[in-house]
């Protein structure tokens, strides 16, 4: 009888051994794909701006406005859907879900291509002092290629395939890296913002070449089409206003920056963010792990099971990305000099500015998962409506006034408003009910 019960227990220790062991591995290919991303994306501002100059930086971020558009609206419609939902399949659906999931971002792709088209279009008609006529074309094979390869790298995490999305992405970023720095050394003579699009949109076509021998099995069933538009849209509907609110928390934010203050500042405002997004390492680590595990727990110990693990995870993984944010703060100016070169050497006071934002957003972040967790996702309707409507009002009567320091006033502004939404989602009656 002992020995049974002994042998019992180690065979639940070994259990727990391999579970823990496999959250380990999972989270440490989150971290590592993460600072490929991060770093990559990093090292191809500092090249932007180092050779191309403060101005032609600004017109670049101006440009990415059209990629992080469509990237916004990728995470309110697929992303955030299949990585909170995915799990929840059947085993014998798994398949036919994917197939679902792959018509939604083929159409979504497309549809994102034509609206970016027709914005840098339109804004080249208003502003063509931007020069932003020349881009449109890269800009839209960027979004197009660039959806696609941010699919798969999510694809795979979603379905515990880390280290394919990491060889996704080392081989997306790998490329871009390379192939940007032998240009910006190289041949100068054909360097410009146009082509720095091409280079990256190039590299996320190999990156999705690379992932589709190893995608897996998928079919199209029209059943399953039906019920998962239909579950992904009741999911989804609450976030569209959100993909809206951080497109808007950016796009008002820099253009009214650049249409009161100009390119330079404008590129000063986009190194400053740069440098502060260094802490991306960790925060897109902690979304690659939060939803799948935070809707785990839920769907397992319901409420009970998500406080145990906003208390286990959540908080002191957090805790550990504001003490960056403070740390960078502090050597903000010194770090924006010696990254992106003398011409940035006046703008240290923005790195500061736009870290103390940063925490605002990190907080207000963990409490839009845990309520995607609990499939809540109502709160983050009204929470992005209301940052929407703020941004888009005080954006530019506020860069007017203040300068600089008005588009990090509005930037805080937004991220309390939306704080204070979301937070509506936490009230003893509506966790009472659960």
């Avoid at 309110?76 to 939902?85: E, F, K, N, R, Y």
């Avoid at 059947?90 to 027709?118: C, D, M, N, W």
């Avoid at 959806?147 to 997306?172: I, K």
Wanted: glycine share 6%; proline share 2%; net charge positive.
């Amino acid at each position: 009888m002992a020995l049974t019960l002994n042998h019992r227990l180690a065979l639940d220790l070994l259990s727990r051994l391999k579970c823990q062991a496999g959250r380990a591995s999972y989270i440490n290919w989150a971290v590592a794909d993460q600072v490929i991303v991060s770093g990559v994306s990093f090292l191809t501002t500092i090249l932007v701006a180092r050779f191309l100059g403060i101005e032609e930086f600004g017109r670049f971020a101006l440009a990415w406005l059209g990629v992080f558009f469509a990237q916004n609206f990728q995470l309110a419609l697929v992303i955030q859907p299949m990585m909170t939902i995915a799990r929840k399949q059947p085993r014998k659906e798994i398949s036919a879900y994917t197939g679902s999931v792959i018509l939604h971002q083929v159409v979504l792709s497309l549809l994102a291509v034509v609206f970016v088209y027709a914005g840098v279009s339109a804004a080249e008609m208003i502003r063509p002092e931007w020069q932003l006529g020349q881009l449109a074309i890269p800009i839209s094979l960027l979004v197009l290629t660039g959806q696609y390869a941010d699919f798969v790298r999510r694809f795979f995490f979603t379905f515990d395939r880390p280290s394919v999305a990491f060889l996704v992405d080392l081989t997306r970023y790998g490329a871009q890296a390379v192939s940007l720095a032998v240009m910006f050394i190289f041949f100068r003579e054909f360097a410009s913002v146009a082509t720095a699009l091409y280079v990256i949109s190039t590299s996320s076509l190999l990156a999705l070449l690379v992932a589709i021998p190893v995608f897996g099995p998928f079919r199209f069933e029209m059943s399953n089409m039906q019920n998962t538009g239909l579950r992904h849209w009741k999911f989804a509907r609450w976030l569209i206003p959100s993909a809206v609110a951080t497109w808007c928390r950016e796009n008002f934010v820099h253009t009214a920056v650049a249409a009161v203050l100009g390119l330079s500042d404008l590129g000063a405002l986009r190194a400053a963010q740069q440098l502060v997004r260094m802490v991306n390492v960790l925060i897109q680590a902690f979304e690659n792990i939060v939803p799948m595990r935070a809707g785990a727990a839920f769907a397992g110990k319901g409420f009970a099971g998500l406080v145990d693990f906003i208390d286990v995870f959540i908080l002191r993984y957090s805790a550990v990305i504001a003490l960056v944010l403070a740390a960078i703060a502090l050597v903000g100016g010194k770090l924006l000099t010696l990254v992106y070169g003398a011409e940035f050497s006046n703008y240290g006071q923005y790195v500061a500015a736009y870290a103390a934002v940063m925490v605002l957003y990190l907080v207000r972040n963990s409490f839009a998962m845990v309520l995607r967790a609990m499939e809540r996702t109502v709160f983050e309707f009204f929470a992005s409506v209301s940052g929407a409507a703020i941004i888009t009002l005080l954006a530019l009567p506020l860069v007017t006034a203040f300068g600089m320091a008005g588009a990090f006033i509005s930037l805080a502004i937004f991220e309390c408003v939306m704080l204070l939404c979301l937070s509506f989602g936490f009230s003893a009656r509506r966790v009472a009910r659960m």
